[in-house]
């Protein structure tokens, strides 16, 4: 069986630094064997927001770029829980929830699928562990205008 770290390397990912907080919020809060990360927008791996990843799902962020845009945010919550708790193989013991977030005009029906990007990645990273419960939910507006965010919560040990 391979790792999580192994797993990132063999689809050519590598988690980024786990982002600071911009406001009056903590990026993780740890209680018990819980860890809840807060919503993590679409940053690429340089800390940045692709142009592509800013606006509305119907507008103008294509389904292909929503999707890309939630494995973004899926990967920077993994980048969260690894801070939290040092490695993703002996910290988490499974991925419980994610909270997907989808910047979209109201008459985008394809929030599912755009949330599948994160769900997706959770699972190619985490084989059975990264299988969640999930509640996907279409907004106005998203922090910096991006087309989606993600937020988690995972058992560790």
Known sequence: MSTAKERLEALGLTLPKAAAPVANYVPFVRTGNLVVISGQICFSADGKLDPAHVGKLGAEVSVENGIAAARLCAINVLAQVQA???????GVVQCVRLGGFINA???FAGLAGIMN??????VEILG???R???ATV??????LDAAVEVEAMFEVK
């Open 84 to 90: 939290a708790v040092g490695d993703l193989d002996h």
């Open 117 to 122: 990007g994160a769900s997706d990645l959770m």
């Open 128 to 130: 059975d562990r990264g």
């Open 138 to 143: 279409g907004v106005a507006e998203l922090p």
């Open 105 to 107: 005009v109201p008459s």
């Open 132 to 134: 969640h419960a999930r």
